[in-house]
């Protein structure tokens, strides 16, 4: 996970330099100031989605709100391991699955990237649909634009444009391909017109 010390989310941070990127910039400074509804950050993979989502929980947090950013995936083994079935049930499920559900602003990154069982995917659905009810406030980062691959019960309550903003990274190039690409041109020493190439041994 990045490093939310390292992230400036109100000046712009490395990633969001990017002009073609500045709504979704404006979109997660306005959700940080005011955590109110959903907002959902998708596009493709490397264009600064989980940056924006780590920068809105450090100013929720900066603020005085209790957030939980969580992965997707990790979340529901998360769940898998706290849950018992009966005789054995215990109350570490029904305390982490209360927490995740009533948390005052949650953050779910890589939305989309879960291989769930009917159980998990079902779990899933209790806790966004608690939380389409009461209104709490939730970011989502998701590849799936257009929201295309999400089960259907979470996309109709996703879609929902009383509640949830859409912001999609359109055309941002993908940062981690920009680091290597500047971390080579970097490493690359000069060439003059009496260098030569001279092959290792």
Known sequence: MANPEH??????????TNRLILDPHDAATQFAKTPQGW?????????GKTHLAVAIAKQCL??????????????????RS?????????????????TMRE???L??????????????MEK???????????RLATVFTTNKVGLEGIAPRLRSRMSDRRLTRIVTLADAQDVREMELDMAA????PPQDEHSQNIPYA
Do not use: K, M
């Open 7 to 16: 992230i400036d989310l109100l000046t712009g941070g490395r990633v969001l």
């Open 103 to 105: 948390v005052e602003v």
């Open 62 to 79: 900066d603020q005085g709100a209790t957030v939980l950013f969580a992965i997707v995936p990790d979340l529901l083994d998360v769940l």
């Open 124 to 134: 899933l659905f209790q806790l966004l649909n608690y939380r389409y009810n009461a």
């Open 82 to 98: 706290t849950f018992s079935p009966p005789p054995h049930a215990g109350n570490a499920f029904d305390e982490e699955f209360r």
């Open 185 to 188: 041109q970097v490493e690359a």
């Open 39 to 47: 907002l959902v950050l998708a596009g493709g993979n490397g264009c």
């Open 107 to 120: 953050i779910l990154d890589d939305l989309g990237a879960e291989q769930g069982t009917p159980w998990a």
